[in-house]
């Protein structure tokens, strides 16, 4: 096997594989029950869910996509991330215990038991194609590419093929407990590696200010005039929140890490962990990019700019380190996305249709769906390429998508008179609308709305479709008394907030969480 790692390097990286795959497959041997395998059980505490949240988020092509976006653009891709620390906040505080209370297994079910079986079923496919056809396969596509700069003389199908049979090994085997506890691993390996890259950069250029006298100031500055194409301020604060909420608040990937919880308490704390773990991205992740376009301003692609890194500034043993890093972000990502899709096939479409099959039949049917969207992501990732544009249209999908499934949960969570009707005209209403978007934007170019734009248009469409075939259905609610429970209540939340405040700081989930977006403000005040 020819190679641009050396010897050294290439133990770091196949030890680090074994090791990951036999963790992950000794820590999910006792699984018992279709909780064990799906949800761990609901016995993770919040270390474990907040480390998997970051490291399930931190995608090979959100490695690469940070730092060939701020070589370009600057660092204002950064918005993408301070906005995870708002809206998990905001999920903890008011959603998780809702969620948890439920009993749900997955998203789309609460869906159900809010509105009907037509909105489980709309978002689980939704969440299904998007997951396994844009996260797991793109993720594969990229993650290859971009090792097959660092090895030679193998496929790229062929390591297509083994990233996702060494993540696949332990997914199928061990389930959600296997995939919580390697991501916490790989989300220590990913903050080392990124910490060493941003050090050897700096070491390289010899200090911040080459820098600021090199790179114009707006591409060092997160707030950008309406006129900029690729995060305009008002984008910013219409879009990005919107987005953001879908991906970590109703995504099943994400989401799952905290219905897997034993209360809310670990769920928020574990949510909190996660936004105070997406603060340093900008130091570890984002600025790299920048220093990038310092020391190598010829590169043809900002895409380049993550493996010039790592070739050209780490010492041998290290840029193993930095490729098991690499690796880590890819497998994490691979085992969220096809442990969810398997939990998403097995609970809201087997079980529903067999409501009588046992716990071991329910793993086994979730073991055998994981297989199978290992093996149709590994067929499809190469076609990916082929496919330039379509990936690119793909890319931009989440923008249309998420207005009506948001509409559903704000509404569902906070309006009582939202029901069942109201939930069926969300969904055709602003289905059709997004298609109708997406053809005059995207396709046929009549128009030139920023896909920021794209996402509150929908959802402002949704939510009058929402209101207004709601209020038309003279039953307030399909089921009153079973729905009473999955609604925010002002006064629960009073009782519980005075609980709350004599708690120790630690415990605190209000005052972490204080804590965590004023940080957020200083961080955006100060790169504003």
């Known amino acids: 096997m020819g190679s641009t790692l050396s010897g050294i390097d290439c133990i770091i990286v196949i030890i680090y594989i074994l090791a990951s795959v036999t963790i992950g497959l000794w820590v999910g041997r006792r699984n018992q029950t279709a909780e064990d395998y799906f949800l761990a059980g609901r016995q993770m505490t919040w270390p474990y869910i907040g480390g998997s949240l970051f490291a399930s988020n931190i995608s090979t092509t959100t490695l690469v996509g940070l730092a060939g976006a701020a070589y370009v653009t600057g660092i204002s891709v950064y918005n993408y991330e301070w906005m995870a620390t708002v809206v998990l906040a905001i999920f903890a505080i008011f959603f998780i215990p809702i969620i948890l209370r439920s009993g749900v297994f997955t998203m789309p079910q609460f869906l159900e038991l809010r509105f009907s079986p037509i909105s489980r079923i709309y978002f689980a496919c939704l969440t299904l194609f998007l997951n396994v056809v844009v996260d797991t396969a793109g993720g594969l596509y990229a993650g290859t590419v971009l090792l097959s700069k660092f090895i030679s003389g193998v496929e790229q199908w062929q390591l297509t093929a083994g990233l996702a049979v ?22 220590v390996i990913l903050v080392i590696a990124s910490i060493l890259i941003t050090v050897y950069a700096l070491d390289k250029l010899g200090d911040w200010d080459s820098v600021v006298t090199t790179i114009p100031a707006a591409k060092l500055s997160l707030i950008q005039p309406l006129s900029d194409p690729d995060m305009p301020w008002l984008g910013l604060l219409l879009g990005v929140p919107l987005l953001g909420f879908y991906f970590w608040n109703t995504n099943q990937f994400m989401a799952q890490r905290m219905l897997a919880a034993p209360n809310a308490e670990e769920a928020r704390l574990g949510a909190l962990f996660a936004g105070a773990l997406k603060i340093p991205v900008l130091w570890i992740m984002v600025l790299p990019g920048t220093m990038a376009a310092v020391l190598y301003p010829n590169l043809t692609s900002g895409d380049e700019a993550y493996p010039t890194l790592l070739l050209d500034l780490l010492p041998t043993g290290i840029l193993g380190l930095a490729v098991a890093g690499f690796v880590a972000a890819l497998m994490s990502s691979i085992s969220s996305t096809l442990n969810s899709a398997s939990t998403l096939v097995t609970m809201d479409f087997v079980q529903p249709l067999a409501p009588q099959i046992s716990q071991s039949k329910l793993m086994r049917i979730g073991q055998v769906a994981t297989f199978l969207f290992m093996l149709f992501s590994v067929i499809w990732a190469p076609q990916i390429g082929r496919f330039p544009s379509l990936f690119a249209y793909l890319q931009q999908v989440l923008a249309y998508a ?25 969904i055709v209403i602003g289905l059709l609308s997004a298609i109708v978007l997406f053809f005059l934007n995207v396709v046929y170019h009549q128009t030139d709305i920023h896909f920021l734009y794209i996402a509150p248009i929908v959802f402002a469409i949704s939510s009058i479709a929402m209101v207004i075939a709601s209020l038309s259905d003279n039953a307030t609610q399909r089921h009153p008394e079973s729905t009473s429970v999955l609604l925010f209540s002002w006064s629960e939340f009073t009782q519980e907030t005075l609980q709350v405040m004599a708690r120790p700081l630690l415990r605190n989930y209000l005052l972490l969480s204080a804590v965590l977006i004023v940080t957020t403000i200083a961080v955006v005040y100060v790169w504003r």
């Open 166 to 187: 060494a993540a696949g090994a332990y997914t199928i085997s061990g389930g959600l407990t296997s995939v919580m506890i390697t991501d916490v691993i790989q989300a």
């Open 402 to 426: 998420v207005g009506p499934v948001l509409v559903l949960f704000f509404f569902g969570v906070f309006w009582s008179r939202a029901n069942a009707r109201g939930a069926h005209a969300t």
